[in-house]
């Protein structure tokens, strides 16, 4: 069998409460360039949200 959808393949959908959403903001040249640059091992959504949850002490809800 080849191709097609198959039981139980893919990654299983995040819960409703953690599911990302698109959310745009203004962000100075430099600091863009910085989070999109190449050498990065992170995505720039995934940097900012570890960020903001070291800074603010913030914790993703439970339910």
Known sequence: MRGGKREGAGRNPAPEHLKKVPYNTKLPQWL???LTGPEREES???MIERALCRMYKLKPPAE
């Open 32 to 34: 863009r360039d910085w």
């Open 44 to 46: 720039g959504p995934v």
